[in-house]
């Protein structure tokens, strides 16, 4: 420390001490109302809106926790790379759509205990849901209209749905009343839906953002698949007329 005499203060009177400064840590916290909302149907968004993310009839409170655990903050994939390879594989060599499908299902549903009944709706020309393939309990919906249910909401509405609490979804359709929360993840290519993958969880609040994430990469994926099928088939017809 620097001493002054009292007649040595003019001396130093530019002298300018200054403290070495401490780091700072600074912790945002983002306010789940301050999140930007879906443009279809006004829910609030976990992700960015291009993400088509909806939390909607969450009926949860501000700063719970993702996916209920902690240790679900930093998860690892939920589709391996063993996996990936072996869908890449299945599309090379020209598996038929339902093979692929059927496929994605199984690894899907394997990659995780939280995974109670997992399945893909194909969404037809008639503006229905179709039950394709899925693990899990039977199920009495095997047709569901658009706009019906957390899995007809997600196709009107054009958005993903994640409910963490299926009492708090007003039109919720029970497949089983042992399911607590529900992931439906579109199937799309721009504004083109093809189907959707309906995830069931016997938990509450199952589904962390994360998983939505891995989810939603598996569905990207599928929607190329739907969509390479889709002009082959085209291609055909033309060849077929000529």
């Given at each position: 420390?620097?001493?002054?005499?009292?007649?040595?203060?003019?001396?130093?009177?530019?002298?300018?001490?200054?403290?070495?400064?401490?780091?700072?840590?600074?912790?945002?916290?983002?306010?789940?109302?301050?999140?930007?909302?879906?443009?279809?149907?006004?829910?609030?968004?976990?992700?960015?809106?291009?993400?088509?993310?909806?939390?909607?009839?969450?009926?949860?409170?501000?700063?719970?926790?993702?996916?209920?655990?902690?240790?679900?903050?930093?998860?690892?994939?939920?589709?391996?790379?063993?996996?990936?390879?072996?869908?890449?594989?299945?599309?090379?060599?020209?598996?038929?759509?339902?093979?692929?499908?059927?496929?994605?299902?199984?690894?899907?549903?394997?990659?995780?205990?939280?995974?109670?009944?997992?399945?893909?709706y194909e969404l037809h020309s008639d503006g229905a849901l179709r039950l394709g393939p899925y693990i899990g309990e039977p199920?009495?919906?095997?047709?569901?209209?658009?706009?019906?249910?957390?899995?007809?909401?997600?196709?009107?509405?054009?958005?993903?749905?994640?409910?963490?609490?299926?009492?708090?979804?007003?039109?919720?359709?029970?497949?089983?009343?042992?399911?607590?929360?529900?992931?439906?993840?579109?199937?799309?290519?721009?504004?083109?839906?093809?189907?959707?993958?309906?995830?069931?969880?016997?938990?509450?609040?199952?589904?962390?953002?994360?998983?939505?994430?891995?989810?939603?990469?598996?569905?990207?994926?599928?929607?190329?698949?739907?969509?390479?099928?889709?002009?082959?088939?085209?291609?055909?017809?033309?060849?077929?007329?000529?």
């Open positions: 420390m620097l001493q002054l005499l009292p007649g040595e203060l003019s001396k130093y009177r530019r002298l300018v001490l200054v403290p070495r400064p401490k780091p700072v840590h600074l912790t945002v916290l983002v306010r789940p109302e301050l999140r930007p909302v879906c443009v279809e149907t006004g829910h609030r968004l976990r992700r960015a809106p291009g993400s088509r993310y909806s939390e909607a009839n969450a009926g949860t409170a501000a700063g719970r926790s993702s996916g209920g655990e902690l240790g679900e903050c930093i998860m690892k994939e939920l589709i391996t790379s063993e996996a990936w390879r072996e869908l890449q594989a299945l599309e090379s060599r020209g598996a038929q759509l339902s093979e692929l499908l059927t496929r994605a299902v199984t690894l899907l549903h394997e990659s995780s205990p939280r995974f109670d009944w997992t399945g893909i199920t009495e919906h095997v047709f569901i209209t658009v706009g019906q249910g957390v899995c007809g909401s997600a196709v009107a509405n054009k958005c993903n749905m994640n409910i963490p609490d299926v009492s708090k979804a007003t039109n919720y359709l029970a497949c089983s009343t042992a399911t607590k929360s529900e992931l439906v993840v579109l199937i799309r290519r721009e504004d083109r839906i093809y189907a959707q993958i309906d995830i069931d969880s016997h938990q509450l609040d199952a589904f962390s953002e994360e998983i939505a994430d891995e989810v939603e990469k598996l569905a990207d994926w599928l929607a190329l698949a739907y969509e390479r099928r889709m002009k082959e088939r085209a291609g055909a017809a033309v060849a077929e007329v000529t």
